[in-house]
């Protein structure tokens, strides 16, 4: 048999049918789902008559319009209110499963499936989001759909499918002190461009993918979409194995030992052939930090901000120099230095326990400088509960910052948490689009580490300075 | 689903590249449970100063633009965000089409099941169609080819499923529940990993 990747084997397992002049139809194992891309496909689904096919493999949480202020608190935003009493309410008349509001396992989307143990290895899974690409980290093909796929899946547990290319990004080589995942990420993304992995899945190989934890992989392939890439995937290993054991949603006993033979048959065969490929030193890598408006404008922190009159392509230059503009940025000057505003710890990215360790590492017994704002935002009530039990939430009070609720919060601006405009933030998360963290705020996209360092400066700090 | 003919119309010229859909559609309108109402929201912190008025000097609140139903726009456009909120406003604020040199692969398909065509050129043609931008063009789907103001017909690449679904008026969900029984056998040899239900 010819020899295949792990996305080609993924691929395979999951036709259902072939039929000539069409695409693939593609069965989906894991179904997420939100408040924000559901409600109108639900609607299609009453317009119809349809049930929803497989509610044992659909899972549902709030968190885009969900507020991080108390949850004794009403939502004060009647338009979100609405929207999340619609996805409740859909839930319940469909029979699927919500962790909602009042739900001890709320999260971020993408955080609760792999804590729940929902996301193993060789599924298949969608979510109305583009960062569902973040599940791929547990050697699964995990992408994101619009509201109109959403409702097929919701409707038949399937999709119409063309392939992807095969884009293998190989990571070699040890991370210095104070490099991390998200540094990996950044630099990928600024190599290629936020278009250079368009029509391709992304699988992410070599030493230092394999030296990271689950949680450092899903950050990794959490923003493969921000090179354009529709999934990014890591082969599962005894690190993923090890993860997904033990947790409430995983296989036990027999099926447990059957589940894990089946997995270690996914990674890529010897031979296989990528449509495209790129090598990545990471023992080269620095502090990345984004100075533009798109993920792709990225730069090692003691790099200059670079200069539109090196750029010969008119579009692209024109790119650069309106970046510059909407954030009033000097070109051919260090960004190190540069007022900060707020500083936003979270989203489906960074708000992980090892994140928020990452982040209370630096600040454990300092204090956050006067005038900027920090937020720290959970990825879950579970991962809230874990940092309380570890006290990170009385490192983050003393060092005077914001411990808030589990929800997507600053990421997306929709629930009320956003910068106000002309307001610099350095943000773990991973979109700094114009407006993206709210209207006229200026986003400087980097690693908990990063962002933890600026906070204590208020201005933007390389982390290596300030590491024990 | 209506079928999708052939038309002519003028260009609307946007030349920025990387036009991500939070600004096609900023994430403070994504709080609304239905389809309606975006096309006023289309492009809304470009379009709109802060009080909410149209800026008079941008492009779609230009008088010849109201009528135009194509959208020239730079390179990777919708890049960003899987929201299809993004094609729904492009469609009620009235374009059929929108022509780029790439498009991000989320907005390419939720563009393509709402009936708003993604028109890819090589760089040539899309140069060329910027250097005429207040001239109109022709698209035809079934043919695949978009005529230049020279005259020239150019052909661009269309998934065939999609362009059949488009041309013919076939709702792509109709033909996956059609396929009822291929679903049904492929569930019973293939047990389901997890039971989000149990």
Request: net charge negative; charged share 20%.
């Amino acid at each position: 048999m010819k020899p295949r990747t792990i996305i080609e084997k993924i691929w395979d397992n999951h036709i259902v049918s072939e039929r000539p002049g069409a695409p693939a139809l593609l069965y989906i194992d894991l179904h997420l789902v939100h408040e924000v891309t559901s409600p109108q496909a639900f609607d299609g689904l009453r317009a119809r008559g349809l049930k929803v096919r497989r509610p044992d493999l659909t899972i549902a949480t709030t968190d885009h319009s969900t507020p991080t202020t108390p949850r004794s608190f009403p939502i004060v935003d009647k338009v979100a209110a609405a929207q999340v009493a619609r996805l409740e309410a859909n839930c319940q008349e469909f029979g699927i499963r919500c962790f909602g509001l009042a739900s001890e396992q709320q999260g971020i989307v993408h955080v609760i499936g792999p804590e729940q143990g929902m996301t193993q290895p060789g599924m298949t899974m969608v979510c109305g989001d583009s960062h569902t690409s973040t599940l791929g980290a547990f050697g699964a093909l995990a992408f994101g759909i619009g509201t109109s796929q959403v409702e097929h899946v919701l409707a038949t547990q399937c999709l119409l499918q063309s392939p992807s290319k095969t884009y293998q990004v190989r990571v070699d080589g040890a991370l210095k002190p104070g490099i991390t995942a998200k540094d990996i990420i950044l630099s990928l993304i600024a190599r290629i461009g936020i278009g250079g992995g368009t029509g391709c899945v992304f699988e992410y190989c070599g030493s230092a993918i394999r030296g990271l934890s689950m949680e450092e992989r899903m950050t990794v392939c959490n923003m493969s979409i921000e090179a354009g890439a529709r999934a990014g995937l890591v082969a599962p290993d005894d690190t993923t194995h090890q993860y997904v054991c033990g947790r409430p949603y995983a296989p036990t006993g027999a099926a447990w030992d059957a589940a894990v033979t089946g997995w270690r048959k996914l990674p890529t065969d010897d031979g296989a052939q990528f449509d495209k490929s790129i090598n990545i030193d990471a023992s080269t890598l620095e502090p990345m930090i984004t100075f533009g408006t798109n993920p792709g404008m990225g730069i090692p922190i003691t790099a200059m901000v670079p200069n539109p009159s090196d750029i010969t392509d008119p579009l692209e230059r024109d790119s650069l120099s309106k970046a510059l503009r909407y954030m009033d940025l000097a070109p051919g000057k260090p960004l190190l230095g540069h007022p900060v505003d707020v500083v936003f710890i979270g989203s489906c990215t960074n708000a992980r326990i090892s994140d928020l360790r990452n982040a209370a590492k630096i600040l454990k017994g300092r204090k956050v400088h006067s005038g900027v704002r920090v937020m720290v935002v959970p990825g879950s009530k579970q991962v809230k509960a874990q940092a309380q039990a570890e006290g990170l939430d009385q490192i983050f009070r003393d060092a005077g910052a914001d411990w808030r609720e589990a929800g997507c919060s600053m990421c997306i601006a929709m629930n009320g948490d956003q910068l106000q405009p002309g307001e610099y933030s350095v943000s773990t998360s991973n979109r700094n689009f114009e407006g993206r963290q709210g209207k006229g705020g200026r986003t400087f996209l980097a690693s908990p580490l990063t962002a933890a360092a600026s906070a204590i400066t208020g201005v933007v700090t390389d982390v290596r300075t300030l590491l024990p | 689903m209506t079928k999708f003919t052939t038309f002519e119309s003028r260009l609307v010229p946007f030349p920025i590249d990387n036009l991500d859909t939070d600004q096609i559609i900023p994430a403070r309108f994504l709080k609304t449970i239905s389809k309606e109402g975006l096309g006023d929201q289309l492009f809304y912190d470009w379009r709109y100063d802060t009080e909410g008025r149209p800026k008079p000097d941008f492009v779609l609140n230009k008088p010849e633009s109201r009528t135009a139903q194509i959208l020239l726009a730079g390179d990777n456009f919708g890049c960003g965000s899987s929201r299809e909120h993004a094609p729904w406003a492009l469609l009620q604020y009235g374009f059929r089409a929108v022509i780029s040199t790439s498009f991000a692969d989320i907005f390419r398909g939720n563009s393509l099941k709402n009936s708003l065509l993604p028109i890819e050129v090589p760089r040539d043609v899309h140069a060329e169609l910027f250097g005429n931008p207040n001239a109109t063009v022709k698209v035809d789907l079934a043919a695949q080819t978009l005529t230049l103001p020279s005259g020239r017909a150019v052909e661009f690449p269309v998934d065939p499923f999609a362009r059949h679904c488009l041309v013919e008026g076939i709702d792509e969900l109709g033909y996956i529940l059609q396929q009822e029984p291929a679903i049904a056998s492929f569930e019973a040899a293939h047990p389901a990993p997890i039971n989000t239900a149990a």
